[in-house]
C-alpha cells in the first residue's frame, strides 16, 4: 500500500514539473508602458516621412478660397431685398441664372395691353343650313317643294275615341277619394267585434302600399262592410290610406 502512494506521489511532481511556467499577467497586456511607447515612436516615424500607415503619401491640407461667400438671409430687411432681387434676376429672360430662357431664339411676349389680340383660328359663323350662299347649289326651290308635300302625305288625323268603359275594372281609389270629403278618422260607418287592432295588423300586413289595401277594402264590400278589420275607425279608410293627395291634384 505505502509503495503505491510513493507512486503516485512521484508521477505527481514529474507532471508539475513538465507544466510551462505561467507570465504574471495583473496588469494586463499592452499596460506596462511598452504599448504606448512603440505609438509615439511609428508616429513620429510616420510625420518624418510624410506617409500614412497603408504606404499613401498625406494629403495637404485644403485651401481657403478667398472669393467671398453669398450673403446669409438672417431675416433682416437688407437679406430680404437680396435675396427677392437673386430670385426675380433669375427668372427674369436673360438675366444672370437663367441665360437657357434666350437660347431658343424666340423673343418672349410680355404681358401688355397694348399687345395685339390672338388671331382667331376657327371661326363657327352660322351654320350652313341658314347659310343661303352654301346651300343654293345643294337645294333649290323645287326640292323644298318636294320635301314638304312628302312631310304632309305622312301626316295623319287621329279621330277621338269615346273612354272606355271601367265599370266592369272594380273600385276606383281615386274616384273614391273625391267622391268622399270627410277627414282621415271621422267615423262614417259602425265597427263591431273583438280584437280590433290585431286583426287590423294581420290584415293590413299583407299589402305593400296603402293603395292596395284601400283598393282590396273596397272590392270586399267596403266601406260599408269591413269584414277584414281593415278600417276599425270607421272613416272608409282602410291600412292608413289617405284621400288628400288625389283631391289635391285635382283642386290644384
Not at 507544466?19 to 494586463?28: C, L, M, T, W
Not at 293603395?211 to 275607425?233: E, I, V, W
Amino acid at each position: 500500500m505505502i509503495t503505491r502512494v510513493s507512486i503516485v506521489a512521484v508521477l505527481g511532481f514529474a507532471l508539475a514539473a513538465c507544466q510551462p511556467a505561467i507570465p504574471d499577467s495583473g496588469r494586463g497586456v499592452g499596460f506596462d508602458g511598452t504599448f504606448e511607447a512603440q505609438q509615439a515612436e511609428r508616429d513620429r516615424a510616420l510625420a518624418a516621412s510624410g506617409a500614412f500607415a497603408g504606404g499613401t503619401a498625406m494629403p495637404a491640407p485644403p485651401q481657403v478660397a478667398s472669393a467671398s461667400l453669398e450673403p446669409v438671409n438672417d431675416g433682416s430687411p437688407a437679406a430680404v431685398a437680396a435675396e427677392t432681387s437673386r430670385i426675380l434676376d433669375a427668372t427674369r429672360p436673360g438675366g444672370v441664372g437663367n441665360e437657357a430662357a434666350t437660347n431658343s431664339g424666340v423673343e418672349p411676349l410680355n404681358a401688355s395691353p397694348s399687345n395685339p389680340p390672338p388671331p382667331v383660328l376657327t371661326a363657327t359663323g352660322i351654320s350652313r343650313e341658314n347659310n343661303f350662299d352654301a346651300v343654293a347649289g345643294q337645294r333649290t326651290i323645287e326640292s323644298d317643294a318636294a320635301r314638304i308635300a312628302a312631310n304632309r302625305a305622312q301626316y295623319r288625323v287621329v279621330a277621338p275615341e269615346a273612354l272606355p268603359d271601367r265599370s266592369s275594372a272594380g273600385p276606383n281609389i281615386v274616384a273614391y277619394a273625391l267622391q268622399n270629403k270627410h277627414a282621415v278618422g271621422t267615423p262614417i260607418y259602425t265597427r263591431r267585434g273583438f280584437n280590433k287592432d290585431r286583426k287590423y295588423a294581420r290584415a293590413c300586413a299583407q299589402y305593400s302600399h296603402p293603395d292596395q289595401a284601400q283598393l282590396a277594402f273596397l272590392s270586399n264590400g267596403g266601406p260599408a262592410k269591413d269584414r277584414a278589420g281593415m278600417d276599425p275607425d270607421g272613416d272608409g279608410y282602410a291600412c292608413d290610406w289617405d284621400p288628400r293627395p288625389y283631391r289635391r291634384g285635382v283642386e290644384g
